[in-house]
């Protein structure tokens, strides 16, 4: 039987706020445990919650992004249930009334496949503290730093239909919440994390089938892995006559396997009730649109621009404009340079592999982009070519400064002197007997592919800084005449 | 709307109370008339009434995102029955 898989994700994006949702604690990473915990995360009797505009800016402002409503009025709202490390008892959250109702976000899948996703609502919330089960003889310690965090939690209609489809919409937000400036997007911290609701159906069939949702997923890629596993052990479970029970599950990545979590028979009871300590929340349209005039250009729109403006191709306008810090690198890079193409292939691949290597965040980015950009300046000017700029770049990278310093100070400067080259080109003929009787010899069109033994002697006589277009002119000048 | 014994045990293991087994018959019996004072409540006609979030008239204040609290983390664990490398213990949970 040929299945169909339904996804629906939810992910929560921690506000970059300064302070917490509901109290004046910080919210820095990385804080002494319960350093950052006051009297209002811990739930000591007698506090009460204040709400931070900033975390309702940013809220808005998601919503502004994603082309959905904005609720004028909403509601928080207790969610009941009791874990150590949520010392209220309960989860103060928005359920009937939330700040985002119904919008959409356009994906694309890397084989090219078109959504619109249509979100359900987003609404505010606070995060929960960290449980920590080790190595406290037989107790679990509680951090209750995290306590209190803002949260937007983004519900998405089940639209999705492969785990790639998930992935892009997940990459989306991501580009999204990045690009506004309300998370930072380290998603190995946990600032972005993920809940994929999956279920699968005969093609064709219109009612869904039992799903299970995967909880706190915190990597793109294990969204694809973690639902491929899922829905194989759904289709196994219903082809072999059995039933898919809706149940939380956990993905281990290290096994490759979801495994049952908790059953929600009890959990599903949260008892919801609109907060008594907490007053609807009233924004206007003046609020609103002052947020509107604020926002900056979204991916969707920058990726236009950037195959527009620049003529990149679909697939590296996506990449460059999917993260907000690399699209600003790149397009200092091209004020700095001139060459949008040649900057991107730079700012995707040299630099990227090192940030990559490295683990450095491009903001971080030991070259700066003013830095790269007068590198691909020295390689379009004809100073330095590909080759001896990629040896530039990672001195740069190692040891700072610029590339004219670098060029200069190792003595890189391509040699561009003609009459320098013909008496290279001269030695490596002579001292190639056998070559150029093999290049003689040849088809005059094979003769081309030919000349690359010859290039790469000059190149190695001279510590590869000839121009390459100079050597092959005058390699293919001399050599032919030989043929005559 | 009545209640019986084994809606009342699930309402206390939700609420984490631990109730004696012979008090179960008095909180059935206390719990229904409230949920039957609600059914009466129920029957009014509401139609066209907005739902009451809050009976204030007033809506939230906000607050500006500037941190205001110092870490006050000695004071707030000397309360604590057992506390570890600045970490509250409690009784081991594993999910």
């Known amino acids: 039987m040929e299945w169909e898989v339904v996804i629906g994700l939810e992910i929560h994006v921690q506000l970059s706020t300064t302070t917490k949702i509901f109290s004046g604690a910080s ?41 959905a409503e904005i609720g004028k009025r909403s509601v928080f709202e207790r969610k009941n249930y009791f874990y150590p490390d949520l010392p209220k008892g309960y989860q103060t959250t928005q359920l009937a009334e939330p700040i985002v109702g119904p919008g959409h976000v356009d994906i694309e899948t890397d084989e090219g496949v078109k959504r619109r996703v249509r979100i359900h609502h987003a609404h505010l919330e606070e995060d929960a503290g960290k449980s920590l089960h080790e190595d406290f003889h037989g107790m679990s310690g509680i951090d209750l730093n995290r306590a209190g965090t803002p949260l937007v939690e983004i519900v998405s209609e089940p639209d999705m239909r492969s785990s790639k489809e998930a992935a892009a919409y997940a990459r989306k937000i991501h580009a ?11 998603m190995a911290e946990g600032s972005m994390r993920c809940d994929c609701n999956v279920s699968v159906r005969p093609k064709g069939q219109e009612a869904f089938g039992t799903r299970t949702e995967l909880k706190n997923i915190n990597s793109f890629r294990f969204i694809e892995r973690a639902i491929d596993t899922e829905v194989a052990r759904q289709i196994d479970l219903i082809e072999d006559g059995g039933k898919v029970v809706q149940e939380t599950r956990l993905y281990d990545p290290d096994r490759n396997e979801t495994r049952s979590m908790r059953s929600k028979e009890d959990a599903n009871d949260y008892r919801y009730f609109p907060c008594p300590d907490l007053l609807p929340v009233v924004i206007d349209d003046s609020y609103i649109e002052a947020i509107r005039a604020t926002l900056p250009e979204l991916p ?14 679909e697939y590296d306008a996506g990449v460059l404009s999917a993260y907000r810090a690399q699209a600003d690198y790149y397009e200092q890079v091209v004020n700095a340079c001139g060459d949008a193409k040649l900057a991107a292939n730079w700012v995707m691949g040299e630099l990227a592999k090192f940030l990559n290597q490295s683990d450095t965040d491009i903001k971080d980015s030991p070259v700066s982009a003013e830095q790269l950009g007068g590198l ?7 100073t330095i070519s590909g080759n001896i700029a990629k040896k530039v770049f990672e001195l740069m990278w190692s040891r700072g400064g610029s590339a004219d310093e670098i060029i200069e100070a190792e003595g890189l400067k391509q040699v561009t002197d003609t009459g320098a080259i013909e008496q290279i080109v001269d030695e490596v003929i002579a001292n190639a007997d056998k070559q150029v009787e093999q290049y003689k010899a040849a088809e005059p069109e094979k003769r081309g592919k030919m000349l690359g033994f010859f290039m790469g002697q000059v190149m190695k006589a001279t510590g590869g800084k000839a121009n390459p277009g100079a050597v092959t002119g005058i390699l293919k000048q001399k050599l032919d005449a030989l043929c005559d | 709307m009545s209640l019986d014994r084994s809606d009342v045990e699930r309402i206390a293991h939700l609420a984490r109370l631990q109730i004696d087994e012979s008090d179960i018959p008095s909180y ?12 009466q409540m129920q029957q009014t006609d509401t139609a066209g009434v907005e739902p009451l979030a809050n009976p204030l008239d007033a809506v939230l204040r ?34």
């Open chain 1, 376 to 382: 691909l300046v020295r390689i379009k000017d004809n």
């Open chain 1, 27 to 67: 919210t820095a990473f990385g804080a002494e445990p319960n350093t950052q915990a006051c009297a209002v995360d811990l739930a000591l009797p007698g506090t009460l919650p204040v709400f931070n505009e900033n975390a309702l800016r940013m809220a808005v402002m998601f919503g502004l992004a994603v082309d």
């Open chain 2, 28 to 39: 059935t019996e206390n719990l229904s008339s409230i949920l039957n004072l609600i059914d």
């Open chain 2, 62 to 95: 906000l607050r500006d995102d500037v941190v205001s609290e110092s870490n006050q983390r000695e004071q707030l664990q000397a309360v604590a029955p057992a506390v570890e490398k600045g970490l509250f213990l409690v009784p081991k949970v594993i999910e």
């Open chain 1, 300 to 313: 969707d729109a920058r990726r236009a621009r950037f195959i527009d403006e620049y003529g990149l191709s």
């Open chain 1, 176 to 186: 999204i919440v990045t690009t506004l400036g309300i998370c930072d997007g380290n």
